[in-house]
């Protein structure tokens, strides 16, 4: 049988996992200088913590787990059929599968917090980084297994937080040397949508179509709407709303005054107004803070997931095409759902596969990456591999990556090996330079070579390029 891995998922050697880890420390370098800690939580989890917290879209596309043993011996299938005959797939999952692949790393944290309520300080800062499964059609960009980078923290409902999330997102895409767009909105005034056009029980409809606005398009947006129920007289107000332009403030004021009667139906929303005067402080700490990154108001900004209550981001690269590259928003009711009420949290996730494909498509990965090793020694035989052998060590004790080729083959062979590992300098230290007592040395790149006595570390290591 020939190997194959499941569509959707991908294999990593070294080279790649070598830039995968440039993103995760650089990532999380940024959460640690905002004083965010490390948890890691299971990769599954009871389908009762995660069923009803994505929508039913994001309930289908959760990945089920069996349960062990003879998981289909005491089913009753009958029970599972409708009168046509066809079988209720969704609740014989029920019955055969206890526990799922986590679908993102929110919820799984509102759950820990919960949990381990009294372990934990509030405001309680941490970040995740870890992989995510969803069962969803692969493409460009979209994967089943990917990894999240999150940061959240819980325990307040100051804006700030989501000032310091707009800062991390700000200083770690400058660190990676990538421009990035980043688009802001607020729940209460999609609420807001819903009210003013008279429409306040379809808000999840309404998110739900307004979410796909850049997939779609404006025509089949509306056509979903339609097909909820919404009167087209409804569809004209999120229309006119959705095709708002100008600054932020010029549309914070248009959406005021929409909310606030001046909409042809006339309804006035209270929250889409509170919404609107929490975007309008958000955006003036951004401008105090001297954000570097673009930030902009999106009204069409709708972020799918149902838990969202107040601002969401999404962040896209600029000279890249690719889906957002990170995403997150402000949530009050998480927690109430596994019994902690009243616990507003905020957070925003890295999404690494994506920002992998950005990199790797714009030529920014560091060229130091490809070589796991710094110097590679030469085997010239057994008497020369044991004089080595204490340098290399001291070498490793030192923090150089050092390789010692196993077999005294051909120098051709050797200098093969180090140039398809991409390893900057290598070491030929024959029978002269053992009785001489001296280590021979060459960067590979520039051609230059230089020969130390054994115990020279400060001037090996200057050589290598270290400094200390």
Aim: proline share 4%.
């Amino acid at each position: 049988m020939k190997p194959s891995i499941p569509k959707g998922t991908r294999d990593f050697g070294q080279v790649e996992m070598a830039e995968r880890n440039y993103i995760f420390d650089t990532i999380k370098s940024v959460f640690k200088t905002f004083g965010y800690a490390q948890i890691d939580t299971p990769a599954m989890e009871n389908l009762s913590t995660l069923l009803g917290k994505y929508g039913e879209e994001g309930d289908k596309l959760l990945f089920r787990i069996l349960n062990s043993g003879d998981a289909f011996g005491k089913v009753d299938f009958g029970s599972f059929n409708g009168p046509d005959g066809s079988v209720n797939s969704a609740a014989l999952s029920k019955e055969v599968c206890e526990k799922g692949l986590r679908y993102d790393l929110t919820v799984p944290f509102a759950r820990y917090v919960v949990q381990h309520q009294n372990e934990i300080t509030f405001p309680f800062k941490r970040f995740q980084i870890q992989p995510v499964w969803r069962a969803d059609r692969p493409q460009k960009g979209r994967y089943r297994e990917f990894y999240q980078c999150d940061v959240d923290v819980i325990g307040s409902r100051s804006l700030v937080n989501e000032l310091e999330l707009v800062q991390i997102v700000d200083k770690v895409f400058s660190l990676l040397d990538v421009r990035v767009l980043v688009k802001i909105n607020n729940r209460k005034v999609l609420t807001g949508f819903a009210e003013i056009c008279g429409f306040p029980d379809k808000v999840v409809d309404i998110t739900v179509a307004i979410d796909k606005l850049d997939k779609i398009g404006l025509e089949a947006v509306e056509e979903e709407m339609r097909g909820k129920g919404l009167t087209d007289s409804a569809i004209a107000v999120i229309e006119r709303i959705l095709k708002l332009s100008g600054s932020t403030s010029e549309k914070i004021a248009s959406m005021r005054s929409l909310m606030n009667g001046g909409s042809p139906s006339g309804l006035v929303s209270q929250a889409g107004l509170k919404g609107l005067d929490e975007l309008e402080e958000l955006f003036s700490l951004i401008d105090a803070a001297g954000i570097t990154s673009p930030v902009e108001i999106d009204l069409s900004l709708a972020r799918g997931l149902n838990y969202y209550t107040g601002a969401i981001f999404e962040v896209k690269a600029q000279d890249f095409a690719i889906g957002s590259i990170c995403g997150g928003g402000r949530y009050d009711n998480l927690t109430g759902i596994f019994g902690l009420p009243d616990m507003s949290g905020v957070g925003i996730s890295f999404g690494a596969d994506r920002i992998y494909d950005v990199l790797k498509g714009l030529g920014k990965f560091p060229s130091d990456l490809r070589s796991a090793t710094t110097l590679l020694f030469a085997n010239m035989g057994a008497e020369e591999t044991r004089f080595i052998l204490p340098v290399a060590k001291a070498l490793r004790d030192r923090g150089v990556a050092v390789e010692i080729y196993p077999d005294p083959s051909k120098l051709k062979k050797q200098f093969d090996y180090a140039d398809r590992k991409a390893i900057p300098f290598l070491s030929i230290t024959g029978a002269n330079e053992v009785e001489s007592g001296l280590v021979n040395i060459k960067n590979l790149v520039s051609g230059e070579q230089k020969s130390f006595t054994a115990n020279d570390f400060p001037g090996i290591l200057g050589f290598l390029g270290f400094r200390g």
